[in-house]
Antibody
Framework: QVRLVQSGAEVKKPGASVKVSCKAS????????ISWVRQAPGQGLEWLGW????????DYAQKFQGRVTMTTDTSTTTTYMELRSLRSDDTAVYYC????????????WGQGTLVTVSS | DIQMTQSPSTLSASVGDRVTIACRAS??????LAWYQQKPGKAPNLLIY???TLETGVPSRFSGSGSGTEFTLTISSLLPDDFATYFC????????FGQGTKLEIK
């Protein structure tokens, strides 16, 4: 079955960086995209960006351009999301999610990783 | 950017009720619209895509309709397991989510 397993919770200070991993299994890794979505406490869902494990192509939401980098390692079927210059309002649960072609509909989600930014 | 607006923000209903949640896009998205259910502390779960197609394994009491800018999610007869938060999402141009509708027990 499709599984996306994310790395554990992180606590960071303002100005630091965080890198969250997402290991995929149960499907052909390079045939689907991976999106990253976050959810601040008690809030809605916000898309950060997308990466194609097939060719490494990325698309980032304008709000996060210059501060986020997404990469993949096809040998381990793992995708990474790094967010830099963290602020307190970056505190959120970060999800990776599989994108089903052709429109990369988000169909399966990881369990989420809580990132807390606090001095 | 395409904005998605859901209504209502909170909906109180009883087991067995028929409920409808609305979602409006700020510009036409054809039928590139999905609905998700989220329970506290859990990741969202895909219910419906392309506005009206039921995801495999989702009960038939869930249905979706609409095109262009106006969409609805209907649950025909509420079960206790359906009390959760529901989000719409457009995937016509990148991705944008609605703010969510919390379905609570009356």
């Amino acid at each position: 079955q499709v599984r996306l397993v994310q790395s554990g919770a992180e606590v960071k200070k303002p100005g630091a960086s965080v890198k969250v991993s997402c290991k995929a299994s149960g499907y052909i890794f390079t045939s689907y995209g991976i999106s990253w979505v976050r959810q601040a406490p008690g809030q809605g869902l916000e898309w950060l960006g997308w990466i194609s494990p097939y060719n490494g192509k990325t698309d980032y939401a304008q709000k996060f351009q210059g501060r986020v980098t997404m990469t993949t390692d096809t040998s381990t079927t793992t995708t990474y999301m790094e967010l830099r210059s963290l602020r307190s309002d970056d505190t959120a649960v970060y999800y990776c999610a599989r994108g089903r072609p052709p429109r990369y509909l988000v169909d399966y989600w990881g369990q989420g990783t809580l990132v807390t930014v606090s001095s | 950017d395409i904005q998605m607006t859901q209504s209502p923000s909170t909906l109180s209903a009883s087991v067995g009720d028929r409920v409808t949640i609305a979602c409006r896009a700020s510009q036409s998205i054809s039928t590139w619209l999905a609905w998700y259910q989220q329970k506290p502390g859990k990741a969202p779960n895909l219910l419906i895509y392309q506005a009206s197609t039921l995801e495999t394994g989702v009960p038939s009491r869930f249905s979706g309709s609409g095109s262009g800018t106006e969409f609805t999610l209907t649950i025909s007869s509420l079960l206790p397991d359906d009390f959760a938060t529901y989000f719409c999402q457009q995937y016509s141009n990148y991705y944008t989510f609605g703010q969510g509708t919390k379905l609570e027990i009356k």
